[in-house]
T-cell receptor, first 114, second 115 residues
Framework: DAGVIQSPRHEVTEMGQEVTLRCKPI?????LFWYRQTMMRGLELLIY????????DSGMPEDRFSAKMPNASFSTLKIQPSEPRDSAVYFC????????????FGPGTRLTVT | AQKITQTQPGMFVQEKEAVTLDCTYD???????LFWYKQPSSGEMIFLIY??????QNATEGRYSLNFQKARKSANLVISASQLGDSAMYFC????????????FGTGTRLTIIP
């Protein structure tokens, strides 16, 4: 079975540009998570979907960040406009039922904003 | 609120030796879950092992075992017979079993296995 798929794996963009990160969770998993990892702050949960519905978006840094899950097999995380401080590795993870189940992570997207 | 403390930023261990990675936690919830993840240099996060707060026995998964001491609020990861491929960052994490809580990660321990 395929694991969590993320694209792109690497993204370099200029400040002010729009960035869209994509995620395909493991088939049959009902929960999807977006995380950000930086040296300074470690791993932070940005948003959590259950059955395609956002449950907790309290970790989304500000209005520049938005996430959608239009169906059970696809989610996007969009940053508009991007800033250099958004540079990080963004992980998508999925779990079978909810946040208490073990989460399986994708390979991550390394975002660099210049 | 939950908190994970990993006090060992880095460890060096000889190949084939056992290694213990420390993890202490703080939570006010009576029911919670503890996880360990491995992050090799390639960057992906790999789930290793899970321990529920009410589980009577320590969790084991192959060479990984979790030394769960509830009274001390510790959940140390033990890797037996270490291998070069075990070199990675290791993260301990906790989640409450009540409500839609977030998985809270520690700062990690970088383990290096020496041949």
């Amino acid at each position: 079975d395929a694991g969590v798929i993320q694209s792109p794996r690497h993204e370099v963009t200029e400040m002010g540009q729009e960035v869209t990160l994509r995620c395909k969770p493991i088939s049959g998993h009902n929960s999807l998570f977006w995380y950000r990892q930086t040296m300074m702050r470690g791993l932070e949960l940005l948003i959590y979907f259950n059955n395609n519905v956002p449950i907790d978006d309290s970790g989304m840094p500000e209005d520049r960040f938005s996430a959608k899950m239009p169906n059970a097999s696809f989610s996007t995380l969009k940053i508009q406009p991007s800033e250099p401080r958004d540079s990080a590795v963004y992980f998508c993870a999925s779990s079978l039922r909810d946040s208490q189940d073990e989460q399986y992570f994708g390979p991550g997207t390394r975002l660099t904003v210049t | 609120a939950q908190k994970i403390t990993q006090t060992q930023p880095g460890m060096f261990v000889q190949e084939k030796e056992a290694v213990t990675l420390d993890c202490t936690y703080d939570t006010s919830d009576p029911s919670y879950g503890l996880f360990w993840y491995k992050q090799p240099s390639s960057g992906e996060m790999i789930f290793l092992i899970y321990q529920g707060s009410y589980d009577q026995q320590n969790a084991t998964e192959g060479r990984y075992s979790l030394n769960f001491q509830k009274a001390r609020k510790s959940a140390n990861l033990v890797i037996s017979a270490s291998q070069l491929g075990d070199s990675a960052m290791y993260f301990c994490a906790i989640i409450s079993n009540f409500g839609n809580e977030k998985l809270t990660f520690g700062t990690g321990t970088r383990l290096t296995i020496i041949p």
